[in-house]
C-alpha cells in the first residue's frame, strides 16, 4: 500500500520511554505539596488508563480539589521529564535518522503531555521533522483522548489532509488505535524481551527498529 503519511508514537518510537518509578516519584511529590499521602503508582495506573473518574474520585476522598491536584501533578511531571533529559538518563533513538529521509508527511500522537513532546523535540532538533503533533495534557478531555481511542490519530491525518496514512506504535495499545482510525499500523519491538503477540489486533508490519521503514514506505 501507497502512504502518503506516517503518524508515530513518542516514547517508546522516537525517545526512550519515561521511567515509570520518576513519574511514581513526580506524583508523589505532588500529594506532599498538597499536605496528603496520596496512592502514587495508582494514579499512575489511572493517568495511562485515562482514567480520569479514578483520579477525581481518590481527590474527592482525600480532600483535594481534582483540578488543582491536575494542574500540579502536570507541573511536576513535565519537569520530572526535562530534568531526565537535561540529565542524560533519557535520549532520543539512534534510528531516528531514518525518520528524517522519508518523503511522506510525518506527525505524532502521544499519550505524553503536550509540553513534554514540545520540549523534546526542541532539545533533540526534531520538531521540523514532524507537520503536527498531538499530546494528551492531564485534564478530563485529555485523557479521554489517550489511545486506544482514534481521537488525535483522526486530527492528525486531517491536519496532514492524508488519504492513507500508517501508524507506527511499540504497545498494543497503538494497534488498536490505529484499527479505530481505520489505519495500517507497524508494531516496533526495539527488544527481544519485547512481546508482539500481547496485542489482540494484528499489525500491518512487525519492525524491530525505524531504519526498516524506508523499505516498507517505498
Request: hydrophobic residues 35%; contains cysteine.
Amino acid at each position: 500500500m501507497v502512504y502518503d503519511a506516517v503518524l508515530f508514537d513518542f516514547d517508546g518510537v522516537v525517545v526512550e520511554t519515561p521511567s515509570s518509578q520518576r513519574l511514581s516519584d513526580a506524583l508523589g511529590r505532588t500529594y506532599e505539596t498538597l499536605e496528603c499521602p496520596g496512592p502514587a503508582t495508582e494514579t499512575v495506573r489511572a493517568i495511562v488508563a485515562g482514567d480520569f473518574e479514578s483520579i477525581a474520585r481518590r481527590c474527592h476522598s482525600l480532600g483535594i480539589e481534582t483540578e488543582t491536584f491536575c494542574a500540579r501533578a502536570a507541573r511536576e511531571m513535565v519537569r520530572t521529564q526535562r530534568e531526565a533529559v537535561e540529565r542524560g538518563l533519557r535520549s532520543v533513538y539512534d534510528d531516528i535518522t531514518a525518520v528524517r529521509s522519508l518523503e511522506q508527511s510525518l506527525g505524532i500522537v502521544s499519550d505524553n503531555h503536550p509540553t513534554v513532546i514540545s520540549t523534546l523535540l526542541d532539545r533533540f532538533g526534531l520538531r521540523p521533522a514532524f507537520e503536527t503533533v498531538y499530546g494528551c495534557p492531564l485534564t478530563p478531555d485529555g485523557l479521554s483522548r489517550r489511545k486506544p481511542d482514534p481521537t488525535n490519530i483522526e486530527a492528525a491525518i486531517a491536519d496532514l489532509e492524508a488519504e492513507s496514512a500508517l501508524y507506527v506504535g511499540d504497545r498494543a495499545v497503538d494497534v488498536r488505535a490505529a484499527d479505530n482510525a481505520g489505519l495500517e499500523s507497524a508494531l516496533l519491538s526495539r527488544s527481544e524481551d519485547d512481546d508482539p503477540t500481547e496485542t489482540d489486533a494484528e499489525p500491518t508490519y512487525h519492525l524491530s527498529s525505524l531504519s526498516q521503514l524506508p523499505a516498507i514506505l517505498r
